[in-house]
């Protein structure tokens, strides 16, 4: 092939070189990533998220109502932060009544302690906040006073 005295008309941007060829799914990753690429806007804060207080249920299923909060700084330009409630451990299975916003009915399966996770995504940065949610076994203690010999007092719990 003889030599070219043209150039690439064109611009590159965000040129990268790596000691092994990608993958299929990292090329992917890159192509979808779109204008964002692979170098976030550095002056985008992640979303602040709050799953909200730790939830106490009664009876099976167990249903209850999820107070999230979620927060972004605008960045980029025209976002929407986009919510997502799952289900991050528990013994059995969540429904939730809208899982997309922050505050939303969860139907439990069966108890025992589940917990949930929030995710807020402006599109670049993700963060995430944990609640608990679960059955509170109401603890009834009985106490005796008795008295020792010598007057001291004796103070016996059980449940």
């Known amino acids: 092939m003889a030599p070219s005295t043209s150039y690439y008309p064109g ?9 092994r060829p990608l993958n299929p799914e990292e090329i992917n990753s890159i192509f979808v990533s779109g204008s964002v690429g692979k170098c976030p806007n550095d002056n985008n804060a992640t979303p602040m998220v709050y799953a909200g207080p730790d939830l106490f249920l009664k009876g099976v299923p167990g249903v209850g109502t999820l107070n999230g ?8 330009a025209g976002s929407t932060v986009r919510l997502q409630w799952s289900q991050f451990s528990g013994p059995g299975s969540v429904n939730f009544n809208n899982p997309t916003s922050a505050v939303t009915s969860a139907t439990f399966s069966t108890n025992g302690i589940y917990v949930l996770k929030l995710t807020a995504d402006d599109g670049e940065a993700q963060s995430s906040d944990l609640v608990r949610c679960g059955w509170r076994r109401c603890a009834r203690w ?3 006073l008795g008295w020792r010999p010598g007057g001291r007092a004796m103070v016996w719990m059980w449940m």
């Open 11 to 19: 611009q590159l941007d965000e040129v990268s070189l790596y000691k």
């Open 69 to 76: 909060q979620a927060s972004d700084d605008g960045v980029p």
């Open 142 to 144: 009985t106490t005796r």
